[in-house]
Nanobody, 126 residues
Framework: QVQLVESGGGLVQAGGSLRLSCAAS????????MGWFRQAPGKEREFVAL????????YYADSVKGRFTISRDNAKNTVYLQMNSLKPEDTAVYYC???????????????????WGKGTLVTVSS
């Protein structure tokens, strides 16, 4: 019933920037937390960033902290990921996730979100 659709992926040079968007569609709902995960070829899915609406708090994986910024537009039920200073190691399929329950950030970062997007590919070249 609820779908998440990512956009904004593409091919960029190392050091460049991209902004990803994730919009919820279908049945409207209030997302307690929304965030991003990524999966590189041959690797496990990993947490990237999250945004918790009620406390206006954010949390980032150490690998992206200082380079990526997560933000959200609650009126549009949309979350964004601004990615700066991109590295080839950032190459991956990026997935949006959302959940309407009041779970901990640790629980969300472990990949337990109820809703998932199909992913958008980010490729960073040297």
């Amino acid at each position: 019933q609820v779908q998440l659709v990512e956009s904004g992926g593409g091919l960029v040079q190392a050091g460049g920037s991209l902004r990803l968007s994730c919009a919820a569609s279908g049945r409207t709902f209030i997302s307690t937390v929304m965030g991003w995960f990524r999966q590189a070829p041959g690797k496990e899915r990993e947490f990237v960033a999250l945004s918790r609406w009620s406390t206006d708090s954010t949390y980032y994986a150490d690998s992206v902290k200082g380079r990526f910024t997560i933000s959200r537009d609650n009126a549009k039920n949309t979350v964004y990921l601004q990615m700066n200073s991109l590295k080839p190691e950032d190459t991956a399929v990026y997935y949006c996730a959302a959940d309407s329950s009041a779970r901990s950030s640790t629980w969300f970062a472990a990949g337990n979100s109820r809703y998932w997007g199909k992913g958008t590919l980010v490729t960073v070249s040297s």
